[in-house]
Nanobody, 122 residues
Framework: QVQLVESGGGVVQPGGSLRLSCASS????????MGWYRQAPGKQRELVAL???????NYADSARGRFTISRDNTKSTVYLQMNSLKSEDTAVYYC????????????????WGQGIQVTVSS
């Protein structure tokens, strides 16, 4: 069984930065996707960024150019560096892990973290 533990959320002003981390326990398959989805109040859940163990990445258009996802396979940990944050980035961010195709294309990741709040507000 895989458990995902998120950290690094909080409150930041517009234009600021935050770094999310997610540590995975249990078996991690190198080809699997690890990364982040988010859900804002009243909105559907959406992909933010995913990465596999070969460093292949997939970003949402809203994240590309502002967010950077990275992965340390030795620590089974994924990071999301978020810069130039906007109010519309306010959401609960969920760490995910699963098969690349299903997780990226269908949002059907095998494992989900409990979620961490990111609030961008002045």
């Amino acid at each position: 069984q895989v458990q995902l533990v998120e950290s690094g959320g909080g409150v930041v002003q517009p234009g600021g930065s935050l770094r999310l981390s997610c540590a995975s326990s249990g078996r991690t398959v190198t080809s699997n996707a690890m990364g982040w989805y988010r859900q804002a109040p009243g909105k559907q859940r959406e992909l933010v960024a995913l990465i596999n163990g070969f460093q292949t990445t997939n970003y949402a258009d809203s994240a590309r150019g502002r967010f950077t996802i990275s992965r340390d396979n030795t620590k089974s940990t994924v990071y999301l560096q978020m810069n130039s944050l906007k109010s519309e980035d306010t959401a609960v961010y969920y760490c995910v892990q699963g098969g690349w195709g299903r997780c990226v294309l269908e949002g059907k990741c095998d494992y989900w973290g409990q979620g961490i709040q990111v609030t961008v507000s002045s």
